[in-house]
């Protein structure tokens, strides 16, 4: 059974950094390509960033780009956000999800996500 | 960046009646459109990708037609537990990107 567990949400102030975690488990991690998507409160779904299974090549949201960092750690079947200079507009629910072997991917399996709120 | 808009916003229908959902897309994305079921405090969950395939597990009254710029998702006849919030993705073009969203309530 796919699992995807999130974690490292949190309140931070303006500014500040936050990494977030994604604990993958079911599959053959090293073979699919990730995603980040989050969800602000009360709105709809915006795709954030992707990483593919060997993690040479990232993609990112122009919204995130030059602020966070997408990687993976095949060994310990974890992918993560490093997340930098937050803005209140990250304000949050962060979803990991599972793609398939490139990253122009489906998300056929999702994470319960993990709140991050940007606040001073 | 393709621009997804999804018809109507809110939708109310009864339970046993069917539902037609709508997602039109500002250039075209070939079949690779997918569409999503959210309930409230849950995560996502893929129904159909490709235009009309539908995901693993997903019942056979959900049902996804369309390609090019026009897409359809329909529920033949709804069930309590389909009232939700449906959002429509492609993955044809970067960046990745969904629609707003279509709310099925219960009339």
């Known amino acids: 059974e796919v699992q995807l567990l999130e974690s490292g949400g949190a309140l931070v102030q303006p500014g500040g950094p936050l990494r977030l975690s994604c604990a993958a488990s079911?599959?053959?991690?090293?073979?699919?390509?990730m995603t980040w998507v989050r969800q602000a409160p009360g709105k709809g779904l915006e795709w954030v960033s992707c990483i593919i299974g060997s993690g040479d090549t990232t993609y990112y949201a122009d919204s995130v780009k030059g602020r966070f960092t997408i990687s993976r750690d095949n060994s310990k079947n974890t992918l993560y956000l490093q997340m930098n200079s937050l803005r209140a507009e990250d304000t949050a629910i962060y979803y990991c999800?599972?793609?398939?072997?490139?990253?122009?991917?489906?998300?056929?399996?999702w994470g319960q996500g993990t709140r991050v709120a940007v606040s001073s | 960046e393709i621009v997804l808009t999804q018809s109507p916003v809110t939708l109310s229908v009864s339970p046993g009646e069917r539902a037609a959902l709508s997602c039109r897309a500002s250039?075209?994305?070939?079949?690779?459109l997918a569409w999503y079921q959210q309930k409230p405090g849950q995560a996502p969950r893929l129904l159909i990708y490709d235009a009309s395939n539908r995901a693993t597990g997903i019942p056979a009254r959900f049902s996804g037609s369309g390609s090019g710029t026009d897409f359809t998702l329909t529920i033949s006849s709804l069930e309590p537990e389909d009232f939700a919030v449906y959002y429509c993705?492609?993955?044809?073009?970067?960046?990745?990107?969904f629609g707003q969203g279509t709310r099925l309530e219960i009339k």
């Open positions: 993705q492609q993955r044809r073009t970067w960046p990745i990107t």
């Open positions: 999800a599972k793609g398939g072997t490139t990253a122009y991917s489906i998300l056929d399996y």
């Open positions: 250039q075209s994305v070939s079949s690779y």
């Open positions: 079911g599959f053959t991690f090293g073979n699919y390509a």
